[in-house]
DNA sequence: CGTAGCAGGTTTTTT
DNA sequence: ACCTGCTACG
């Protein structure tokens, strides 16, 4: 195996394999390229069983790649070896022996919304008003608990006032309707995990026996309860190598705990840190930006990254009045990096929101450019979607009542609200399911009409169950659309809407396709796919078309590319106005700056508008601090040609009015004492304000040319600072 | 039971 | 501006 073009950092790295590793790895180290050549050595040169390792990712993107990476590296078979997700991780640990736990091995995961209706319903069973009481908030505190392995026993012992005691109480119901249904959530995937093996020594042992090397990327994203996982399998051999960047971690928010890789010196014994501090990703001028952005923040342990690589172009700036204009203004300059040489599929626009997604996906559109969006409206939470996948999953488990509620009266059965809620009931009273509760129809006062419409969805799914042993999830697909007569549907629907439903149904199969291709038909078979479905996210759909990408930083983070866009660095928005109150979310966000410019290999360029439009409201933006962290000599501002020079191609649709070809202040306040600036005039400051609405004039004193008088709506004007 | 039309909240980030 | 949930009517 050739390590001769490692630094000697990673030959450290990746050669130490014996005892507890730290791994401090800056942005763009070559970190993937450390973990998956040490894994290669482990097997070549150490002759470790592939058996005997495991490691761990944050995601499936991250996953996949590092073992096509491995594959290219040994020729040794790879497929024993495990390298997967936390969740996924435990999801097939669970599989095996979740029945242990009472709960059905055939359990469903729930997602995000699923969890928000068993809150509401919880909140509904205790009558507490869900306006004054916000369901999310209650998820929150659930996800808190289970992040800290907190029981819902401990959560009622530690609860001292109302709030908490409520908490505790809505956490005991939640998770007694999980437990009922033998649904998960993502949490308690990892929980779950953690309770079994204390429950069950052998399965423990097991697990601390198999895997002799345990490997944890993206460390510093860990919450408590993946902490005490990792924690919990590598007592035996503690051969555990751990690697992160604490100035990348992100995800505080979802519980993740910096502390953990903090101190993993004191958590372990003997632990070798190793610093990689070589970047081999980005030019000098983009890591002189990061670096002297995260130096502002003051807890963290000082690094600083270094680059062999050329000093590269400056940072490009832009300017914009609003977001419609920076959205142009991106596409322009998307086309001019395009005209030099770059390929679409080599540049990526990063934003705070998915919210600001919108305003750039327009331009792109006007402008016949190919993107690609990753994150958003998602493709698994589409109406039509979750509607099929509740059917497997009652399919697969005929006591999940979260899918089976949703799918009872879709296609419409005649079963309404107050029959669910009939049913319901009864359920509880016998702890048991919908499914038992439609077996007892006549006893429980249920119309004739109800009963023999509910008997018939019960043949149907029945049946459906039969078949689904013996079929491809493709046609199980088809079997379920056509049987429930839920394509049917849709089809006498026969609208814009419906159709689009059908299509993404069609675009859907391409999916199941994919893994009847890699799996074989058998009774595992719909399980495995309902737990992939429910682990992955469309972050993980890989298109090889020449395409813009547009995500969230948080969604960039592990990915590089040479052209990157950070857009709306505007302060409330980014930084987060909801992040703005403590020294400590404010550091967050401002490693969330960092992570976004160490994507960038080649060009960076950085985006903001003066005044933007969110829920309808048009506000002034002020410039984001941390633009201004970024030292000057670094940046060079984009020459100002105007955008709206009417070559754009659906300007016909619109004319735009005078104001918008020039300037629209609209919904700008302007207050006497405020400085601006004058695209010819220069910079002044305003001495007075005459009129209001569309006619209000400004008085103005520009240091060059004096006072001039102003129309304020169509004044080629700019607040600074 | 089903639908249309309105009111109110919403936007941070995700496995 | 948009989505969700509620209400009033058919």
């Not at 109302?162 to 249904?181: G, W």
């Not at 933006?621 to 670094?634: H, K």
Request: with cysteine; proline share 2%; aromatic share 8%.
């Amino acid at each position: 195996m050739d390590l001769s073009l490692m630094n000697r950092a990673q030959y450290e790295a990746i050669t130490t394999t014996e005892g507890p590793v730290l791994v401090m790895a800056g942005a763009g180290s070559g970190k993937t390229r450390v973990l998956t050549h040490r894994i290669a050595y482990l097997i070549e040169e150490k002759d470790v069983p592939s058996y005997n390792i495991l490691a761990i990712t944050f995601t499936n993107k991250a996953a996949k790649e590092m073992k096509e990476r491995v594959d290219k590296l040994i020729d040794d078979d790879t497929s024993k070896m495990w390298i997967s997700t936390f969740h996924a991780m435990c999801v097939r640990i669970l599989r095996r022996d979740i029945d242990k736990l009472g709960y059905d091995r055939s359990f469903s995961i729930l997602d995000t919304t699923d969890q928000l209706n068993v809150v509401k319903d919880v909140l509904k069973s205790m009558n507490i008003d869900q306006k004054q009481y916000p369901p999310r908030q209650f998820l929150n505190a659930i996800s808190n608990f289970k992040n800290a392995l907190i029981t819902e026993k401990e959560a009622k012992e530690n609860a001292y006032d109302f709030r908490e005691k409520l908490n505790a109480d809505i956490y005991t119901s939640y998770q007694e309707i999980l437990y009922r249904n033998s649904a998960l959530d993502f949490d308690d995937l990892i929980m779950l995990t953690i309770q079994l093996f204390q429950k069950d020594e052998a399965i423990l042992n097991y697990y601390q026996t198999k895997f002799q090397y345990i490997h944890v990327d993206e460390y510093q994203d860990t919450n408590h309860a993946q902490y005490q996982l990792v924690y919990m399998l590598s007592q035996k051999y503690e051969n555990i190598c751990v690697v992160g960047d604490s100035d990348q971690s992100i995800y505080k928010f979802r519980g993740a705990d910096i502390m953990n890789i903090l101190n993993f010196e004191k958590d372990y014994d003997n632990v070798k840190t190793i610093l990689l501090e070589e970047n081999y990703r980005s030019h000098q001028r983009i890591l002189d930006a990061a670096n002297n952005v995260i130096e502002n923040n003051t807890s963290r342990v000082p690094k600083n990254l270094v680059t062999s690589r050329g000093k590269g172009e400056k940072i490009t700036s832009i300017v914009s009045q609003n977001e419609r204009e920076e959205g142009q203004r991106v596409v322009k300059q998307i086309q001019k990096l395009k005209n030099e040489g770059y390929r679409f599929n080599d540049m990526a626009v990063l934003y705070r929101a998915n919210s600001q997604s919108r305003a750039i996906e327009d331009a792109l559109v006007k402008s016949s450019l190919p993107y690609n969006m990753v994150g958003g409206m998602k493709f698994y939470q589409r109406k039509e979607i979750k509607d099929l996948m509740s059917y497997m999953k009652v399919v697969l488990n005929i006591h999940d009542d979260i899918a089976m509620e949703r799918i009872i009266n879709t296609p419409k059965r005649g079963i309404g609200p107050k029959t669910i809620d009939t049913l319901k009931q009864h359920a509880n009273a016998l702890n048991s399911s919908i499914y038992d509760a439609i077996k007892d129809a006549d006893f429980i006062g249920l119309s004739k009409k109800n009963a023999e419409n509910l008997a018939q969805l019960l043949s149907v799914l029945e049946n459906l169950k039969e078949k689904s042993k013996f079929m491809s999830i493709t046609d199980l697909v088809d079997e379920i659309l056509h049987d429930t007569g839920y394509l049917n549907m849709l089809i006498r629907e026969n609208t814009l809407e419906s159709n689009s439903r059908i299509e993404n149904l069609e675009e859907f199969k391409t999916v199941t396709k994919e893994f009847d291709e890699t799996h074989t038909i058998g009774d595992e078979l719909l399980f495995d796919f309902l737990s992939d479905m429910a682990l992955v996210s469309d972050q993980d759909s890989v298109d090889d078309t020449d395409a813009v990408t547009l995500m969230t930083i948080h969604a960039s983070k592990g990915l590089e590319f040479k052209v990157i866009f950070i857009v709306g660095l505007e302060e409330g928005l980014f930084p987060s106005y909801r992040s703005m109150d403590t020294e400590e979310e404010l550091e967050e966000e401002r490693r969330l700056m960092y992570v976004a410019i160490t994507r960038a290999m080649e060009r960076l360029i950085i985006s903001r508008a003066t005044s933007r439009t969110i829920f309808g409201r048009t506000n002034n933006a002020m410039e984001s601090q941390f633009w201004s962290e970024i030292p000057a000599d670094l940046v060079e501002g984009e020459s100002l040609i105007s955008v709206y020079d009417g070559r754009s191609s659906n300007s016909k649709k619109r004319p735009r009015s005078k104001s918008q070809v020039f300037t629209d202040n609209s919904g700008v306040t302007f207050n006497v004492g405020d400085k601006v600036t004058h695209k010819t005039f220069g910079d002044g400051m305003i001495t007075a304000i005459n009129g209001s609405g569309d006619s209000e004039e400004l008085d103005i004193v520009f240091s060059k040319v004096g006072p001039k008088r102003l129309l304020a709506k169509f004044a080629p004007i700019e607040k600074k600072g």
